[in-house]
């Protein structure tokens, strides 16, 4: 496609139960993040791929986050044993450029997480 | 450590009307980059532009103008003759250079309405 695509664009979770967000970046775009957006707020950083190597995974808010890019295009964000308050706005961003600096990066339209 | 303000949580404006979005930065680095995005309805964040901390010109594309005054740490965004359709959530984020998206920081947002 053109642009980012993410699925599903909504999503809603009993509490405990796991869930897995899909991030379609731009063909060839070798740098991949995610962000997570609560509502009111700005996006705030979450992880970074590298083509298929996750370099940072600092702003993964706990160990029920997890992600993976295994081929280096398509991601997936997996969130284990959802909690209440980790409803938000899910986003995925691509690039492709490997540096940081965010030159040019292409947001996908997110994925509406709520927790019941 | 980087951080974007952003005091206006909401404004509305009548269409036609000139408006301006505050932003204000902080960072320790000398080179950097600002960004405006804007966030519609649907969810998705729009690029609008990116400005580095050597370039303090000021910009202007169509109805849009953008300030970079680094003496005062702000980057303002100004729309001229606003339409109903630049209703949206508009962030500011700043990016240090040579790091990850970790360091690719949002403002809160500032939610945009014009009226018609």
């Known amino acids: 496609g053109a642009g980012v695509s993410q699925s599903p664009r909504y999503k809603v979770a009993k509490r405990g139960q796991d869930v897995a967000l899909r991030c379609d970046p731009i063909?060839?775009?070798?740098?991949l993040f995610w962000y997570q957006q609560a509502l009111g707020q700005g996006p705030e950083f979450l992880t970074y791929?590298?083509?298929?190597?996750?370099?940072?995974k600092s702003g993964l808010p706990s160990d029920r986050f997890f992600a993976e890019r295994p081929e280096g295009s398509v991601s997936t964000l997996k969130i284990q044993r959802t909690q209440q308050e980790d409803s938000a706005v899910y986003l995925c961003?691509?690039?492709?450029?490997?540096?940081?600096?965010?030159?040019?990066?292409?947001f996908g339209p997110g994925t509406r997480l709520t927790v019941l | 450590a980087q951080k974007v303000t952003q005091a206006q949580t909401e404004i509305s404006v009548v269409e036609k009307e000139d408006v301006t979005l505050d932003c204000v930065y902080e960072?320790?680095?000398?080179?950097?980059?600002l960004f405006w995005y804007k966030q519609p309805p649907s969810g998705e964040l729009v690029f609008l532009i990116r400005?580095?901390?050597?370039?303090?010109q000021n910009e202007i594309s169509g109805r849009y103008s953008w300030n970079f005054q680094k003496s005062t740490s702000s980057f303002n965004f100004t729309i001229t003759a606003s339409q109903v359709v630049d209703s949206a959530v508009y962030f500011c984020?700043?990016?240090?250079?040579?790091?990850?998206?970790?360091?690719?920081?949002f403002g809160p947002g500032t939610r945009l309405s014009v009226l018609p």
């Open positions: 400005r580095n901390s050597f370039d303090e």
């Open positions: 791929f590298q083509n298929e190597a996750q370099l940072d």
């Open positions: 063909s060839g775009h070798v740098s």
């Open positions: 960072t320790r680095d000398t080179t950097y980059y």
């Open positions: 961003a691509s690039s492709l450029g490997a540096l940081g600096g965010a030159l040019s990066w292409f």
């Open positions: 984020a700043l990016s240090e250079k040579d790091n990850y998206g970790q360091n690719f920081v």
